[in-house]
């Protein structure tokens, strides 16, 4: 049984293991809790290598569109007249163990991790750092982008370092339960924490607006046409369900874990090669560097988010972030 299915299925097998696993969560809540009430306690301090901090993160396992919505408030803040840095935990990746300035060009998924390849695939002017070590990564932004903000992908539990500004996303959900019994990261009660909790006053909304080749051109869809997809995300239903909307057929599809490194050998066996094959640009990364793509042809969903009303969020983002400016950073 998946994950997903243990946390949100009405089936009394389920049902049992959510029961069954219910003491481990809330041992797990236990320990999240002394390992925050060590900070509030002054016994450790967060680190502040660098000012502003933004984190936009997450208090579930699992895709919320985190990562989309990191482009979009980076985008805000460039229209705001900011500089920005991205940090990026590269998941999965060999980068992922301290944290490094990615060096200008694409990123190799394999090396650097899919989401920040994702990043300069679809942003290439922002800087990137990738590690998971937040408070390296802040360090690294402070000597060599100072007066810029930088942005975390994820990261509100990592709390050695101070986020002067958390927005996190938190879906609704009928099972609040710590792991393993629920999706929770930490105590559902812990999103006093951040500044701004989607969706709550503001409502992040996200859209495929069209399908673009691997060149970057645009794709003329025809109304019915037959499609597979392929793809790894913590949560797909979203993608599939936007496609229908642009006239697609789904004739099949094959789904895998999210960040799934897409370098099986026989991935593509199962997948009709004469139909299009309809993908997310977080599994373009991954699967361009393989060598039995043949003459399949590829159509990356142009993803968007966007925090609405929109207009609202950015007077609320100039808001926060002067208020930041006049604050007196500590010595």
Known sequence: MHWSEVWHGRSASARTIRTV?????????????????????GLKKAK????????????????????????????????????VVVSSSGYGSPRSQSATLAPAGPLDAREWGDEPAMFRWLAPELPLIVGRNRVEAARLCAEGYPGSVL????????????????????????????????????????????????PNGFTP????????????????????????????????????????????????????????????GNLLAPLNPNLPLVITAKDWVKLQKRQDLGARQIWIARQEARIEPEANFRSWLAQKLDELSNERPPR
């Open 48 to 83: 502040e290598p660098h000012r502003p901090v933004i984190c936009v993160g997450n208090l579930v396992v699992g895709g919320t569109g985190k990562s989309p919505i990191t482009l979009h408030v980076a985008q805000v803040l460039q229209e705001l007249g900011h500089d």
């Open 21 to 41: 696993l219910k003491p481990l969560s809330w041992l797990y809540a236990a320990g999240w809790k002394a390992y925050l009430g060590v900070y509030k306690a």
């Open 205 to 264: 909304k996200f859209s495929i607006t069209g399908l673009i080749s691997p060149a970057g051109d645009p794709v003329a869809i025809v109304s019915g046409a037959k499609v597979s997809v392929l793809c790894a995300l913590g949560s797909p239903e979203r993608f599939l369900s936007d496609l229908p909307a642009l006239g697609l057929k789904v004739e099949e599809q094959l789904l895998l874990p999210d960040h799934d490194p897409l370098d099986a």
């Open 151 to 198: 942005l975390l992908d994820d990261g509100f539990q990592h709390l050695p370092l101070k986020k002067h500004l958390a927005i996190v996303l938190d879906p609704p959900t009928d099972n609040r339960s710590c792991l393993p019994a629920g999706p929770y990261r930490e105590p559902w009660g812990n999103r006093s924490r951040a500044d701004l909790v989607l």
